[in-house]
């Protein structure tokens, strides 16, 4: 059982838009840590995709975006591609248990 | 080129120990955190343990806290994970990940290396 909640899998057509909810309590992303995206194409390591809840890095389409509310964080991918099927992970820090923390995983599947 | 490479997996049965490295490249390592992240097959990652950059600071995540010891070596650009007393449960990819800071708490992954696989079995 992971600290930050995800959907195990979520489903889009090629051009559609789909969001990747992460769930979390008081004692992370409400508490104020931050929350971080990675993505995980099969059989590579994870590669950054959103950090500090809304920043992409260099060389991220705009088509991926983040947003945080209360002890919630979101992951919205928008013009879905066939390319973006990946497992996407969220991250964050937990002070209970000082140290990082990250969900269980979402497999996102394009149609 | 920013590299981090892993080394040092390899098949142990449970109980044993093995050392598992990271040889960083292309950075100041010594500016950054570290970071040990696990992901058994088929399964999600698993933050396992960080180090500040003068190692002052260090967290283990509960499940292998006692049998773990993350350490690093600035002058050799050098990150390790010390692994005791091994479970089947703690078979996995091995990834070692650049914090995006100094100090590891509120920090984020930015680069990666590409991992080392430890089997535990009989």
Known sequence: QSVLTQPPSVSGAPGQRVTISCTGSSSNIGAGFDVHWYQQLPGTAPKLLIYGNYNRPSGVPDRFSGSKSGTSASLAITGLQAEDEADYYCQSYDISLSGGVFGGGTKLTVL | ?122
């Not at chain 2, 120990?17 to 500016?31: E, H, K, P, Y």
């Not at chain 2, 806290?65 to 078979?91: C, H, P, V």
Request: glycine share 10%.
């Open chain 2, 1 to 122: 080129e920013v590299q981090l490479v892993e080394s040092g997996g390899g098949l142990v049965q449970p109980g044993r120990s093995l050392r598992l490295s990271c040889a960083a490249s292309g950075f100041t390592f010594d500016d950054f955190a570290m970071h040990w992240v696990r992901q058994a097959p088929g399964k999600g990652l698993e933050w396992v343990s960080g180090i500040s950059w003068n190692s002052v600071s260090i967290a283990y995540a509960d499940s292998v806290k006692g049998r773990f010891t993350i350490s690093r070596d600035n002058a050799k650009n050098s990150l390790y994970l010390q692994m005791n007393s091994l479970r089947a449960e703690d078979m996995a990819l091995y990834y070692c990940a650049r914090s995006n800071r100094p100090v590891y708490p509120d920090s984020y992954m930015d680069v990666w290396g590409k991992g080392t696989t430890v089997t535990v079995s009989s």
